[in-house]
């Protein structure tokens, strides 16, 4: 159980074009997700707190119009990188808190990496 | 918020011996705290987890400190072997609020 999937695994994208990246629970239903990035050999970056049926919660530093989060679903939320750029080539990886036991425990995606050129 | 700082960034140890990886938080409100491992390109796994209402919890070679007093806890693994070998990251929170991840320890089990 608590398997979270993620599509694209990978995507090469030319610069200014626009990527959407979708997370999903597979086997229980999330009312939260969150979306990291991830550079090499470093840390995950919480970049927002997705909540199905609201508004995403934005760190500071990151900017919400490039970076739009949809969570339509208890099973889905979407992670969009508008008019990309190189800099935003990274690791971005979802995870998926089950509600179903503990409330604090998240599962995570198998990433996706991104390439802008 | 919260500010979670993790050492060793790095550790080697032969297989067979343990290891040890240290954390530290700064919010006394954090009660939950998991440990992930991750491979190179795969997705962070959760290995085990801890609440604030526990001092130690064990599954077969690992187990978990925490010392609310002090606002640490420690990963211990036992036996290792080479496919131990992975960035394992620490974190803190909980009460339904997001997680700060440490920022990663290298492991390397060498034979």
């Known amino acids: 159980g608590a398997v979270v999937s993620q599509h694209p695994s990978w995507v090469i994208c030319k610069s200014g074009t626009s990527v959407k990246i979708e997370c999903r629970s597979l086997?229980?239903?999330?009312?939260?997700m969150f979306w990291y990035r991830q550079f090499p050999k470093q840390s995950l970056m919480l970049m927002a707190t997705?909540?199905?049926?609201?508004?995403?919660?934005?760190e500071q530093g990151v900017e919400k119009d490039k970076f739009l989060i949809n969570h339509a679903s208890l099973t889905l939320s979407t992670l969009t990188v508008t008019s990309a750029h190189p800099e935003d080539s990274s690791f971005y990886i979802c995870?998926?808190?089950?509600?179903?036991?503990?409330?604090?425990?998240?599962?995570f995606g198998p990433g996706t990496r991104l390439t802008v050129l | 918020g919260e500010n979670v700082e993790q050492h060793p960034s790095t550790l080697s140890v032969q297989e067979g011996d343990s290891a040890v990886i240290k954390c530290t938080y700064s919010?006394?409100?954090?009660?939950?705290f998991p440990w992930y491992k991750q491979e190179l390109g795969k997705r962070p796994q959760l290995i085990i987890d801890?609440?604030?209402?526990?001092g130690e919890k064990k599954d077969q070679r690992i187990a978990v400190t925490l010392n609310k007093t002090a606002k640490h806890f420690s990963l211990h693994i036992t036996e290792t072997q080479p496919e131990d070998s992975a960035v394992y990251f620490c974190?803190?929170?909980?009460?339904?609020?997001?997680?700060?991840f440490g920022t990663g320890t290298q492991l390397k089990v060498e034979l």
């Open positions: 086997d229980f239903q999330a009312t939260t």
């Open positions: 974190a803190a929170g909980g009460g339904g609020n997001k997680l700060t």
């Open positions: 997705s909540n199905e049926g609201s508004k995403a919660t934005y």
């Open positions: 801890i609440r604030s209402n526990v």
């Open positions: 919010d006394s409100a954090s009660n939950y």
């Open positions: 995870s998926a808190r089950d509600h179903r036991g503990s409330t604090d425990t998240q599962y």
